[in-house]
């Protein structure tokens, strides 16, 4: 609409009409559900609601079903913003069990109709958490660990979060950044400017990773979330799956009322704030969000039947959609946003077919982060070069300059004077307008004119200089201690838990290196195999270097470097010939010709059934055993000596379960010769008696461990 005025009072008519035309559009439609004329407005601070929601089951052959278990948990529950004041489930008749999150609903003999759900009477805030503070992105990982978030960085079925366009658009997102809230704004606010809400699509009925939706740039409100929650999660920032009931006055929903899905992110110092890019409300949600579940994975909450009876072949049991009714009972307060609005063009009077710049200038007076959006209307044959709806996060006390270029027409009545309004609102229904005058002898400002004049406005308000983080956490399975004997490969793991995408990263143990490229929060993982070592104490120094930066970290590592135990028999001696009577020693050595320390050695020696436990053995040590002739054979003894023993803590890794494979037995054996000189008659009985004593007792010994 064009005012062709001559007088102040047209002026003033113009601006009351456009005024006029904004408040109608702004009005909420009103829902035929609710009886009252009461309807929520998104700047509600408080809301008290009943919350009704129903289904119906309809049962083939109900009288075979001796009992129906319905498991039901899609009902209002207490949050953040939610105050339940009270709830009863439906029908009366059924034995209830009241879980946390869910309700059992037991019916015996149902029904062939069976109406259930819950009805719940609950004060709904709007809720805005306060962020006071810069919040350093990216979060530390010991933070994840500490908070058991673990489940929220990883990537589900419908939150694939480790597609790699997903983590290419997140990383170049969050580029340089070293603000997380900055960080979830961007991802959030790309999200809603990219992907298209769409119904007419069978994502409505069946839910699409996020993957998809990036591909196939549409989707409904879980899909939406979906793809902000894997932006979120490929940077290892927490982000959780929020199911519910919201309102709209949306033309293309038949009720105000109906699920609804958003978004919940982590931020450490302050916990979960909610990001709802279907309703593009960043950083909080109006009290029209009814919370049912919170899950780290993406799922619509599903009830569930269980039945129990005779001839259940013939039992058939259909399930109905879940029908809301919300009715407002009464509101309380409404949100002032804190910010401070100045709205003036640049060029007061200009003539026809010109160029202007219309500016806005914008004040934070909250000591938090506000996000907003904001519109700028004109007259129709008013042209806007820029856009003319934007998102903008503020930070504390912060002001942003925001610059819409626009254009007038050039076939105008040279006989009069046109005043032009302009006005800015944001989505609470603040607003300020501004004019200016258009006429034909005024100075025209051409397209370039006005570029260079807004060049010449910003060039000394840039913007303050992002603080880059460069950091790459070197974590590697390299053990205390390494045997030499063993496969000597190690892997490293890289992550880039800086602000900055990372391109040619030189990966290196020693000189064997790798280039890879990192994105931020991301991972990569290089094999190296150990070369050139000998036994000892040993460094293992790992480093990551990207030249273009002249950036270089490294880690080192502590390890000995072990092989398997090994001993010697040295120097044994014994006599050649021995007589029946004779006591003799057997005298060797036990040398350590290893970098290990056997942890047990053991002396055996099998002719003669004999174990002996050597304590406290060290590099070399001399034993002398005595042994009794009596127990050869006569004539010419083939004997053996064998020295047992075992690598360092064998026996303690059995014991505490870290390894259950048998004992790793080591064995150094050598044989040596002795005669046992003819025997006499009464030698050779009590020879005979020995052995038959020895006979008895091995029998009695293996009879004995049969009984056990």
């Not at 599903?302 to 129990?308: A, G, H, L, R």
């Not at 934070?364 to 903008?392: Q, S």
């Not at 036994?535 to 970290?553: D, F, M, P």
Request: with cysteine; proline share 4%.
């Amino acid at each position: 609409m064009i005012a062709q005025i001559k007088s102040k009072n047209i002026k003033h008519y113009l601006l009351v009409s456009i005024l006029f035309i904004f408040i109608i559009q702004n009005i909420p439609l009103i829902s035929a559900q609710v009886i009252t004329q009461t309807q929520p407005e998104i700047s509600d601070l408080e809301l008290m609601l009943t919350v009704n929601i129903s289904s119906k089951l309809d049962i083939i052959n109900n009288d075979d079903i001796k009992e129906l278990t319905i498991n039901y948990s899609f009902y209002p529950k207490k949050d953040t913003n939610s105050e339940i004041i009270t709830q009863e489930f439906n029908p009366d008749y059924a034995a209830k069990t009241v879980n946390e999150n869910y309700v059992l609903l037991t019916l015996e003999k149902p029904k062939k109709d069976i109406t259930y759900g819950s009805y719940t009477i609950l004060n709904n805030k709007l809720f805005f958490p306060k962020i006071e503070t810069k919040v350093k992105f990216p979060i530390p990982k010991d933070i994840i660990i500490e908070q058991q978030l673990d489940d929220y960085i990883k990537p589900s079925e419908f939150i694939d979060s480790d597609n790699p366009e997903i983590i290419n658009i997140a990383t170049s997102l969050a580029e340089n950044e070293d603000d997380l809230y900055i960080v979830v704004f961007k991802l959030a606010n790309w999200t809603l400017h990219n992907i298209n809400y769409n119904l007419s699509t069978l994502t409505e009925d069946v839910t699409q990773p996020a993957s998809w939706v990036l591909q196939n740039r549409e989707g409904v409100c879980d899909e939406l979330t979906n793809l902000f929650i894997a932006y979120a999660r490929s940077l290892g920032i927490p982000a959780r799956f929020v199911s519910g009931v919201a309102y709209t006055n949306s033309p293309l929903f038949p009720s105000n009322w109906g699920g609804h899905a958003w978004a919940e992110v982590y931020f450490p110092g302050y916990d979960w704030v909610p990001f709802d890019v279907t309703y593009k409300q960043l950083g909080w949600i109006d009290a029209s969000h009814i919370t049912m579940d919170k899950s780290y994975k993406s799922s619509s909450v599903k009830t569930q039947y269980q039945w129990s009876g005779y001839n259940l072949d013939n039992v058939k049991v259909s399930s109905n959609p879940l029908d809301y009714d919300v009715k407002v009972i009464s509101k309380k307060g409404k949100l002032q946003n804190g910010l401070n609005y100045n709205l003036y063009p640049l060029k007061t009077d200009i003539g026809f077919g010109s160029y202007n710049i219309i500016t806005l200038i914008i004040k934070n007076t909250n000591p938090y982060y506000v996000t907003e959006k904001i519109n700028i209307i004109g007259t129709e044959d008013l042209e806007f070069l820029t856009p003319a709806e934007d998102y903008f996060l503020l930070r504390p006390y912060e002001k942003k300059v925001f610059n819409f270029i626009i254009k007038v027409p050039a076939k105008l009545d040279k006989n009069y004077i046109y005043t032009y309004p302009v006005q800015v609102y944001d989505s609470h229904n603040n607003s300020i307008q501004t004019i200016f005058n258009v006429s034909s002898t005024s100075q025209v400002y051409s397209l370039n004119e006005i570029k260079a004049l807004l060049s010449s406005l910003t060039k000394d308000k840039t913007e303050k200089a992002k603080k880059t983080n460069i950091n790459i956490d070197i974590n590697c399975n390299i053990k205390n201690k390494i045997n030499i004997n063993n496969t000597k490969n190690f892997s490293c793991k890289f992550t880039n838990i800086g602000n900055v995408n990372l391109k040619d990263v030189k990966l290196c143990y020693k000189d064997n290196c790798i280039n890879k490229e990192i994105k931020i929060s991301q991972e990569t993982e290089a094999v190296f195999q150990l070369y050139n070592i000998t036994t000892g104490s040993k460094e293992i120094i790992i480093s990551a270097t990207v030249t273009s930066i002249n950036y270089t970290t490294s880690k080192t590592y502590y390890t000995e470097i072990i092989d398997n135990p090994k001993l010697e028999i040295k120097n044994i001696s014994y006599p050649s010939k021995v007589s029946f009577k004779d006591m003799y020693n057997l005298t060797f050595t036990i040398v350590k010709s290893s970098y290990s320390n056997p942890e047990k050695v053991l002396i055996a020696l099998p002719e003669f059934n004999q174990q002996f436990e050597l304590n406290n053995f060290k590099d070399k040590q001399k034993v002398v055993i005595k042994l009794f002739a009596k127990e050869l054979n006569e004539g010419q003894n083939n004997l053996t000596l064998e020295i047992k023993y075992f690598p360092e803590n064998e026996r303690q890794r059995h014991k505490e379960n870290i390894i259950t494979n048998p004992y790793n037995e080591y064995i150094t054996k050598t044989t040596y010769i002795i005669e046992l000189q003819k025997l006499t008659f009464i030698e050779k009985f009590e020879y005979w008696l020995i052995r038959l004593n020895k006979s008895l007792e091995h029998i009695f010994n293996k009879a004995n461990n049969k009984l056990k």
